[in-house]
Structure formats: C-alpha cells, structure tokens
C-alpha cells in the first residue's frame, strides 16, 4: 500500500455542481464514497455524472456493473442525451445458463464460486484500464453473494484497500434492497452520501440529499433539495445566510408615489423585506407591481416570483394601471416567474430566488407568503427557511416585497396562514371599510425598523385614469381597522371618489 495517495487536499467533482458546494469542493481523491438510497433516487444517474466529469478530464474510467445490464445502462443515459464513449462498463451478470438445472447442482456452495469470479472480474478491470474513477453498481448484489456479514465486510476491506492502492476514487451504490440493514459500509466509507425520496399527498414527489459523513472535510449539513432532470441531477444547497455577509451603504428606494414614499418615510430601505398584507383584491399584487416598475424605471433590475397569478394577467393589469411591464421584460430589466408549488422542491424556488439576485435584481417580489406555504413539504419549518432567505437578500442590499392574504374581507379578526411579520422590516397594512354605503380602501403603515414612517391612515385606491394613488389621511373616522367605522358627522371630508 505504499504508492497509496495520502493527499486529502486534492479534490475531484462530482459533475454535480451543487453536491460539489455541499461536499466543500468534491470528493477527496483515492477513497472509496458510499452512495446509498432506494430504487428511483438516482444513484446510477449520479454515477454517471461522476464518470463522465472524468471523461471530460480525460480521465479513464470504469463502470462495474453486478445488476444492470450495458443496454439498460445506454438506455438510462440517452434518457439524458449522453454517449457511453470513454467509460469502459464491466457488465458481471449471471449468465442465463445458471437457469439449466445441470447448473443447480455442484459440491461447493454456489455463493463460493461466484464471489470468487465476481472479485477476479473486478481485479482484472481495474488492471486493464487502470482507471481514476470507479462506480461499483451494487452493493446489494455483493452483500448476497459474501451471504455472511463478516465475511461482506471483509470483503469491502479487501476492495477499499486495493482500490485506493491503485489511485483510484469509488463510487459503491447501495439501494438498501439486500437481506439486512447493517451498517457495514458506513463505517468503512470515506464518506456518505444518502439520496431521499419523499412521496406527497399531491404533486410530484420530492428528493432529498444528505451528506451523512465525510471524515475530516466540512461540509454543508443538514437536507438539501434535488431533481432529476434531462441532464442529470441538479442539488440545490441549502442557503446558509451567515456565510455571505456584506456589508455595504443602504439607500432608500422609491416607489414612484411621493404620497407612498411619504407614507413610508421616504421609501423602502435597500437590504429590507416588506410585507404588504390584506384580504383579496385590496391591490397587494399592483403595489407590488408599482415598486418593481418603478425600479426598472431608475435603471434597476426586479425580479418577480407568482404562486397565483398569471404573468399574462399580471402584465394586463399592470397595463391598466399605467405599468408597462411588458418594456421592461422585454428589455431583461424585470424577470417574471412563475411558481407551480406541486412541482417545484422548496430548495429549488430557493436558489431561483438567489439566481435572480446574482443576476442583478435590486428588488425583488413573492406573491404569495400563502403560496409559499403551499411549496413547503412541513410547514413548520416555513419561518425558518423564509427568515433565511430574507436574511441573505438583506445582506446583499435587495429590497424585497412580500405579499401576505387574510382569507377575510372586511372584520378585526383576520390573520395571514403564517404570521411574517415579526420576520418583515416594514408592514403595509392594506384594509376594506365601509362607508356612505361604499366599500372603500385605506393604506397604513404599521411597522418600520429602519427610519420614521408615518403612523397615519390614508385612503387608497387604484383606477385606469391615475394608477394607484394614495389620498388624505381619514382623521374624522374611527375604527377603521374593525372595517366599519364611526364617521363624525360634525366634520366634513370629501372622498374625492378618485376610484371611480
């Protein structure tokens, strides 16, 4: 074992450049990984990833394979528009003449013979090609032919040591199919890779990865989305926001409304989140609009992310209102995306979100906090991912917008599915009252961290003639909130009817 490679510095990828950043740069050279999960998980897709960075590199590689055959493993990459060129698959299947019941019968144990010719194929491969990279497919087949634990385990010993003699980095892929659930590779790895499928109530079934052990490298813990897509897999680390502080100078942005801007104290503090909340149709989504059409005016990218709404309905009102998002999209200065939360993994909306904010995006846009809710798997953990998200967004400078419903209309007792706020730097509170048999809206601000706002209630309203507009502050009415206040009749004040 002299001529084995002590250098632990030396990474190779994965062809995974997410399970790269989760793994703190690939794997370590010349040792042996564990790749375990259950059938439809990806294993055989990751390992080809792996081997195909190694063509890539003009590497030489090889794939043993105990379980699939070669066509079924052309087939698995064509599935993915890749060429078996330059990796070499030693296929050591059983022959179909194990079938003839001449072959039933022998004065040693079949699992006696088997194994043996199973590690003489293995061996020979290895000296053949001389390969960087080996992916050894699987290890349940070899776990049944070993049939005694101690005897699997040494003969894992027996391929570790050898395989890393030889230089080269291996892949083991165990799908959890064999007789028992010991431990045994686990503890003889270099590292562990567990690969999750979730299956939902509704919508497509999510997956997971997780880096169970990798000895004397940091990786990222914890659970990290993936899919499986035409190409390969794609991991989505999990976004820790304390490892990417900046630090920089904050300027208000403005909303285009000098009467909103006024509202606010002369605008939304880049590095800050805003939770615009109220019940359906009090303009939340077009106030949204308004910020992030407003950017794009001063030059500024946005970024907008719909769990409800249409794009196509969004550009029309936005229209109506004297928006031009379509300009702006056409120009790449606004992005419009939108969410279907069945098919979209929470890890993956995540990384589009911090995708819009590499590619420029000064302010960006959810709508909705509810939708958002609807894409996590465990509801639990929403304020801790949504807190995380804000937290980086707010250190790189980004002004986001979210938009928080009440399933109730007009009332006190009214409430969002998750209660953001105390997450949000600023709430704008968007309410219905009723009045003089009219049903009115009125805009408030009821929180900001940063800075003075006013603490005054306004009208508001949006129309095809002038947009949204923000009108006089409502001094002679009491009870707005409860959305049927008292008016003092001894006072006069004209509503200007500017929504009509």
Excluded at 225 to 248: F, H, N, W
């Amino acid at each position: 074992m002299d001529n084995q490679n002590s250098d632990t510095t030396r990474f190779l990828s994965t062809g995974v450049a997410g399970l790269d950043t989760i793994l703190g740069g690939g794997l370590t050279s010349d040792r042996l990984f564990l790749i375990e999960g259950e059938p439809g998980t990806g294993k055989t897709t990751l390992a080809l990833q792996f081997l195909y960075e190694g063509v890539r590199r003009g590497e030489s590689v090889i794939y043993v394979t105990l379980a699939e055959t070669r066509v079924e493993l052309n087939a698995v990459a064509a599935s993915h528009g890749w060429s078996m060129d330059g990796i070499h698959v030693e296929d050591i299947i059983p022959d179909e003449n194990i079938l003839h019941p001449d072959q039933q019968f022998t004065i040693f144990h079949p699992a006696e013979i088997e194994m043996g010719m199973t590690t003489q194929r293995i061996l020979d491969a290895i000296e053949q090609h001389k390969p960087t990279r080996v992916a050894l497919d699987s290890l349940s087949e070899l776990q049944l032919l070993a049939e005694s634990p101690l005897r699997y385990r040494r003969q894992v010993l027996a391929l570790k040591q050898y395989l890393a003699g030889k230089g080269c980095t291996t892949l083991f892929l165990d799908d959890r199919t064999a007789l028992s659930g010991d431990l045994q590779v686990r503890s003889v790895a270099h590292g562990v890779i567990t690969l999750e499928l979730i299956n939902q109530d509704y919508g497509s079934e999510r997956r997971r990865v997780r880096v169970v052990k990798y000895r004397g490298i940091a990786f990222r813990g914890g659970s990290h989305d993936y899919k499986i897509v035409t190409g390969g897999l794609v991991v989505y680390p999990r976004l820790i926001a304390a490892q990417t502080r900046v630090v920089g100078e904050r300027r208000q942005l403005s909303s285009g409304l000098p009467e909103l801007d006024a509202l606010t104290g002369g605008g939304l503090d880049e590095g800050t989140s805003t939770l615009i909340s109220g019940p359906p149709g009090t303009g939340k989504s077009s106030l949204c609009a308004q910020y992030a059409y407003a950017a794009t005016q001063r030059g500024q990218k946005a970024a907008m992310f719909l769990f409800e709404e249409g794009i196509n309905n969004l550009l029309l009102r936005s229209a109506g209102l004297g928006m031009d998002l379509h300009g702006a999209l056409a120009s790449g200065m606004l992005d419009i995306q939108q969410i279907d939360p069945a098919e979209m993994a929470p890890g993956e909306f995540m990384q589009a979100v911090v995708d819009a904010e590499a590619a420029g995006a000064r302010v960006i846009v959810i709508d909705s906090l509810n939708g958002y809710l609807q894409a996590m798997p465990d509801e639990r953990f929403l304020a801790t991912h949504m807190h995380e998200l804000l937290t980086y967004l707010g250190q790189r400078g980004v002004v986001t917008l979210l938009v928080g419903v009440h399933p109730g209309i007009i009332g006190s007792n009214m409430s969002t599915a998750l209660d953001a706020s105390y997450i949000a730097d600023t709430v704008i509170m968007l309410r219905y009252f009723e009045s003089r048999g009219k049903v009115r809206q009125a805009i408030s601000v009821f929180k900001k961290r940063v800075g003075k706002h006013e603490r005054t209630i306004r009208l508001f309203g949006m129309s095809s003639a002038k947009g949204i507009w923000v009108g006089d502050v409502l001094t002679n009415f009491h009870g707005i909130l409860t959305g049927v206040p008292t008016f003092d009749e001894g006072a006069f004040f004209n509503f200007h009817d500017e929504d009509e």
